[in-house]
């Protein structure tokens, strides 16, 4: 798990020995991960393997008991508020529920962090939104309220935010639950034409295999708290791993069995209840 | 030996709510000038915190005075006494039902409003969101809603306490008689600004505006980010408002008018 | 950015009705208007006992306030108490042979200074004593000599037992 001979540029996040543990449960335990610059990196897992405390973990919103996490070779952990939210203004984060403010329009929430961060004139601020708003295909809904967008378009709407400071590390949390095909199509595109055109660095954590796959570059997989396999889409396509088998192409049964723990059925069947 | 433990992590719970409050105004305060720099965010909170709260203040207000002139009235009377109504209308009002009753409404009509709306924010990660956009919630959020509550806390309990007073000339001149003259004059010689006016309406609504201000936004900020969190927050915001506000008059009313040594 | 400008609109009522609030209050509830410090003058009075007279008691004139008790402290070569008076500087020309006497409004009411006008020409000057002055009717002393008076009726010519409480 130590060798990342496989990247080509320096990578932007480099994690190194990361535990974190919520109550006595450990979420992750040693876990080691670098997302290359330019790329987009897929950290995919069953479901509840604590992808997105991965993601605030990186962004500084949750602390780990052991390790560190860098990003372009500052411990983020280490950083004072103030240098943190200095760093924070290069990080984009697209979150599960879009988070959209519900009392501000899709205009203002575009132009949220703008009027937040600088002293801009009104005519550039308005230009910066509709730069934005087009990029995701939304500069029409400008008027609407959260409550009017669709699921889909909330999120385009959110992305549009989340890319309004121009990051250099942008995290999509789920970005493909809870969509219908058309959408989850335009998303898919939407993260790999931002990435390429803005420069960014993509994170995106998904369960959603076929889509994070198509765009990914490379692809982590992470279960029971650490690193289970890690390569690009076609290289754990065709792994021999019987869980990385399993998980890749959705198979009912396997490593992962289909059945909770139990007692034997038959046995389970036969035993008279409590009350016969 | 169970029951004892279970005391026990209750104690521990409470101490540390306390702490992360105690936390969350320092916050709050550490942050008061990028609040006070950006008057617009607090004058949209003034509407949501102030003006709606008009209605039920002025009704309440009136109503508190009307009460207070017609118990006041019944129990002068026999004393031959009714040209002291004004007096203790104003009194009451002015030292105690003003700030106490307004800050009463005040957490029920906007203390509840903004626990349940920080607590939704946080809820649909409003308030993560914001923290990875490099914008501080508790600058942005929590602090125009804390400062725009404690200026509007006194100026409704002003507002209450003057449409109180008119409310008791309503019954107390109008429907009962009282001598129009003797009702203000018997006010204006016992009613003393500073020591009535300034420590009951202003100082003691001020402390009042603070603490419920305090509490219903760091009950939101503090609330388990489900329906079911936002619901007790809610509640405990209006009920610890409650306990407070009713707790700190009994003291301020002791050091301010004393009468214990 | 109409409806940001009502928003704005209706704060500004609402905090100018507060203000109008307290200014009521100040005023009318309070009656601050009627103690300006500054523009009143001192007169001094000299009582036996005052009774329950509190700093800050009406002073009237005819039943007409005209200022307030400013201080009461005790005379150190008499004994007596020492009243301090501010009166309203309208009120001035007060005449000298002007009386105080220490009243209670109504039967259980608090205590206030009623000034009475002589009929002198010079008036009083800031600082000025009043020569004449009436003590607090102290209720217990009066039943006291309500009851010695009865009794000294009742036993006809018989000397009092006791001749002053």
């Known amino acids: 798990m130590s060798e990342f001979s496989q990247q080509t540029a320096p990578a932007l996040v480099r994690i190194r020995g990361l535990s974190f543990r919520r109550d006595t449960r450990a979420i992750f335990d040693n876990v080691d991960l670098d997302i290359p610059r330019g790329k987009v990196t897929a950290i995919m897992g069953p479901s509840g393997t604590g992808k997105t405390t991965l993601l605030r973990l990186i962004g500084a919103q ?28 290069r990080i984009g984060m697209l979150f599960q529920s879009g988070a959209l403010f519900t009392d501000l329009s899709v205009f203002e929430n575009v132009a949220f962090p703008l009027r937040e961060h600088y002293r801009l004139p009104e005519r550039l601020v308005r230009t910066l939104v509709l730069m934005k708003l087009e990029a995701v295909g939304l500069r029409g809904a400008r008027e609407l309220m959260p409550a009017e967008l669709s699921g889909g378009m909330a999120r385009r709407v959110a992305l549009a935010r989340a890319i309004a400071l121009d990051p250099l590390l942008m995290m999509y949390d789920e970005p493909f639950t809870g ?26 954590v998904s369960h959603d295999v076929a889509e994070a796959c198509s765009i990914a570059d490379y692809v982590y997989l992470i279960s029971g708290g650490k690193v289970v396999a890690h390569g690009t889409p076609a290289e754990l396509g065709r792994a021999d791993s019987p869980w990385v088998d399993q998980f890749m192409h959705g198979l009912a049964d396997g490593p992962v069995p289909f059945h909770y723990p139990a007692r034997d059925y038959a046995a389970d069947l036969l035993e008279d209840g409590p009350n016969t | 030996m169970n029951a004892l433990a279970s ?30 720099i950006r008057p617009r ?33 019944t129990t002068l009377v026999d004393f031959g006494a009714a040209e002291s109504l004004g007096t203790v209308v104003a009194l009451s009002l002015v030292r105690e039902l003003g700030p106490v009753v307004a800050a009463l409404l005040y957490a029920g009509r906007a203390g509840s409003a903004l626990t349940a709306e920080i607590g939704l924010m946080k809820a649909t990660e409003q308030l993560a969101g914001m923290e990875m956009m490099a914008v501080d919630p508790v600058r942005r959020v929590l602090g125009p809603r804390f400062v725009a509550g404690v200026f509007a806390v006194p100026l409704l309990a002003a507002i209450f306490t003057a449409v109180g007073i008119l409310g008791g000339y309503l019954v107390g001149v109008g429907l ?14 016992k009613v003393q600004w500073g020591k009535d006016i300034l420590n009951g309406v202003v100082l003691k609504s001020v402390i009042f505006g603070v603490v419920a201000n305090w509490i219903a936004v760091f009950e939101g900020y503090d609330a388990v980010p489900t329906s079911a969190g936002i619901g007790r927050a809610t509640t405990r915001s209006v009920v610890n408002t409650s306990l407070a506000v009713l707790g700190l008059d009994f003291i301020l009313t002791a050091l301010l008018f004393g009468g214990i040594r | 950015m109409s409806t940001s400008r009502i928003v704005e609109t209706l704060v500004g009522l609402f905090v100018a009705l507060g203000i109008v609030a307290l200014f009521f209050l100040s005023l009318q509830v309070s009656g601050i208007s009627q103690l300006g410090g500054e523009r009143s003058y001192r007169i001094y009075a000299r009582f036996e006992n005052v009774g329950g007279l509190k700093v800050r008691s009406p002073v009237s004139m005819a039943g007409v306030r005209i200022g307030r008790v400013g201080a009461i402290s005790i005379d150190p070569q008499t004994f007596q108490a020492l009243v301090e008076l501010r009166i309203d500087s309208q009120f001035a020309d007060l005449p000298v042979d002007t009386s105080a006497k220490i009243l209670t409004s109504g039967l259980l009411g608090e205590q206030y200074v009623g000034l009475e006008a002589g009929g002198a020409d010079a008036v009083l000057k800031d600082g000025s004593t009043l020569k004449l002055t009436q003590s607090a009717l102290v209720l217990e002393n009066i039943i006291g000599q309500f009851l010695f008076s009865k009794a000294a009726e009742g036993s006809g010519s018989n000397a009092a037992p006791a001749a002053k409480p």
């Open chain 2, 176 to 189: 009962l008689g009282v001598d129009d003259g003797a009702y203000w004059s018997q006010m204006q010689a």
């Open chain 1, 179 to 204: 969509q219908d095909p058309i959408s989850m199509g335009v998303l898919v595109k939407l993260i790999r034409t931002l990435n390429d055109a803005l420069g960014m660095t993509s994170v995106v």
């Open chain 2, 41 to 73: 965010l607090i004058v949209a909170q003034m509407y949501s915190v102030g003006v709606l709260s008009l209605p039920i203040i002025l009704v309440s207000g009136l109503f508190v005075g009307m009460v207070l002139g017609l118990q006041g009235y």
């Open chain 2, 7 to 36: 005391l026990g992590r209750r104690t521990l719970d409470i101490l540390a709510r306390m702490g992360r409050a105690t936390f969350c105004l320092l916050q709050i305060l550490s942050g008061l000038h990028s609040v006070l």
């Open chain 1, 62 to 89: 949750l602390r780990p008991q052991l390790g560190r996490v860098e990003i372009d070779g500052t411990d983020v952990h280490r950083l004072s508020r103030r240098d943190l939210y200095v760093l924070r203004r």
